[in-house]
């Protein structure tokens, strides 16, 4: 599966989510690998680009999540 | 000239022979509106005994989930230099050896960008930067990293990694504590900074069992160095220790804990077989004692302050692991444990409580470590070791 389109599955998982529940960074690994049938690794190095590009940020409340930032 | 607050109840504790944070927090007061304030929401905190730190929420530098923890006050309006309050984790370097230059320098960032208020160091081993808002994160990051240093770990991540001064300084070393700790940070960069973990984890290294580093009672992952050969004994130098007034028996023998000891007035024997390598025996008697044969590590896991469970002290996994670069046999052993906890571990349990939730038995067949008897951590526990029907069959 091309990254792009790795990045896209995240992004939509995470956006899906939002306001009901946070999401930690291995729920989405565990998510999308099992779901696109790749590696965790490759999921990771997608989640990655992502927070590089600033499309998604990390929180912390308690524990460490993956979210879309505030407008 | 920054506000100056009446502070009645903190001044109590500027009094006593302690060093006090009071006056530390005073003297950058004088010159920080941010300390300035930060010491009246502290005396309005314990004139009502309640918090006004509020904690969490989106902070961090870009790329980052971690190095930064957010911080808020609950009353803005009344102290808002404070309004944020972030503290900065800088990753600490191994041995906390740092040049006079770099603290300067430190110190001028930090007074351009923050409160003046440091923590050298944090529990977890970060140089720990006290108070600053948000604007002033992604500068600070810039200053630091043009000068060669990163951001230390916190949240679900691995912690910044620590160890005791180890073989620069000291010869009770057995292992290299800065080699294996600069190694640690460097292989893991990715789980220091992009938090992937149910809940934090903590590597500390010691040279020996004396432990300056506290590893036992503050690290998931306690490293501490050991040795495998006996305790060569020069006698000369015990009856120095004797003739200089060192109660032997009672200092030495009574006092080792495995009971291998003995001491007729001249000769001081060691069985070796018994020992446990506590090091009370040599950090006694330097000059007398030294640890003989190959060096390596106790790799130890699970000690934690209170939480889900009490505190915990480490126990031990692997009795003995050679610790040499680049410590690949070690990090694929800590590999297989993250992998258990990410399997098996809830949002915020350790990995600690999480062996304690499953036993021991599912841990060790699932990291492919072999039941053995150092691993028994208090006796009456329950069993570990089940004959399998494979092995019946043996
Ligand atoms: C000469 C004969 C025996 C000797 C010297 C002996 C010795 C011991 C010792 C030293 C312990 C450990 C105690 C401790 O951990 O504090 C023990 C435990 C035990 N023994 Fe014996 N024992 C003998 C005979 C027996 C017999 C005949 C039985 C049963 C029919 C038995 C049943 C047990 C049990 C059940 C325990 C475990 C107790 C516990 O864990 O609370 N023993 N024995
Ligand atoms: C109806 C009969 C029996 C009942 C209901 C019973 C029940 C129990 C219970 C509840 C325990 C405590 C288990 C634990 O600590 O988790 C125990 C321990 C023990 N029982 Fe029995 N028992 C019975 C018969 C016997 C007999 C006939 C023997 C020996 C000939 C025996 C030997 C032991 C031993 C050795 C222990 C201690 C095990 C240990 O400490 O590890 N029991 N039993
Ligand atoms: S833990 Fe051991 S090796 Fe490290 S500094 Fe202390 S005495 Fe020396
Ligand atoms: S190292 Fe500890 S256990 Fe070993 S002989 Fe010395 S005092 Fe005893």
Redo the contacts between chains.
């Keep these: 599966m091309e990254k792009e389109e790795v990045k896209k599955k995240i992004y939509e998982l995470v956006e899906k989510s939002t306001g009901k529940k946070k999401l930690?960074?291995?729920d989405i690994?565990k998510t999308i690998s099992a779901e696109a049938g790749i590696s965790r690794d490759e999921v990771?190095d997608a989640?990655?680009d992502l927070?590089?590009e600033?499309k998604l940020?990390?929180?912390?409340?308690?524990?460490?999540f993956?979210?879309i930032?505030?407008k | 000239m920054p506000k100056k607050y009446e502070t009645p109840l903190l001044d109590e504790l500027e009094k006593g022979p302690f060093p006090s944070f009071v006056t530390e927090i005073k003297k950058a007061a004088a010159r920080s509106d941010m300390a300035a304030d930060e010491l009246g929401q502290l005396e309005k905190s314990y004139r009502d005994k309640r918090g006004y730190w509020k904690h969490g929420g989106i902070v961090g530098v870009r790329g980052y989930g971690s190095g930064v923890i957010g911080r808020y006050s609950s009353l803005p309006d009344e102290f808002p230099n404070v309004a944020n309050f972030h503290t900065v984790r800088i990753n600490s370097i191994s041995g906390f050896f740092y040049t006079s230059k770099f603290l300067n320098e430190m110190c001028d960032i930090w007074d351009k960008y923050g409160s003046g208020l440091t923590n050298l160091h944090g529990s977890t081993g970060d140089l720990v930067l006290l108070g600053t808002n948000t604007e002033n994160l992604e500068p600070i990051f810039a200053e630091f990293s043009s000068r060669g240093w990163d951001l230390g770990g916190s949240g679900s991540a691995l912690r910044t990694p620590s160890c005791c001064v180890g073989p620069a300084r000291c010869e009770w070393a057995n292992i290299d504590t800065l080699d294996i700790t600069y190694s640690i940070t460097q292989e893991w960069q990715d789980e220091m900074h992009r938090p992937a973990f149910p809940y934090k984890f903590k590597f500390k290294t010691a040279g020996c069992a004396v432990d300056c580093i506290a590893s036992i009672a503050r690290a998931d992952c306690s490293i501490i160095g050991t040795w495998k050969g006996n305790i060569a004994v020069d006698q000369a130098e015990v009856a120095n220790y004797a003739k200089k007034g060192m109660n032997i028996q009672e200092e030495i023998v009574n006092m080792c804990p495995s009971k291998c000891m003995s001491y007729d007035g001249k000769e001081l024997k060691i069985n070796d077989a018994d020992c446990i390598r506590c090091m009370h025996c040599i950090a006694k008697m330097t000059k007398a004692l030294k640890p003989t044969g190959e060096k390596g590590a106790t790799i130890l896991i699970g000690s934690k302050a209170p939480f889900v469970i009490g505190a915990t002290l480490s126990w031990v996994i692997v009795p003995f692991i050679k610790m040499e670069p680049p410590y690949d046999e070690f990090k694929d052993l800590i590999r297989k444990m993250w992998e258990f906890w990410d399997e098996y571990g809830k949002n915020r349990e350790r990995i600690g409580e999480l062996i304690i939730r499953k036993g021991m038995r599912e841990f060790l067949e699932f990291i492919g470590v072999e039941p053995q008897p150092q691993q028994i951590k208090e006796p009456r526990r329950d069993p570990f070791f089940f004959w399998t029907e494979a092995d019946l069959q043996k």
């Design positions: 930690k960074s291995s690994q990771k989640l990655r927070i590089d600033g940020i990390y929180t912390y409340f308690g524990g460490s993956v979210e930032p505030p």
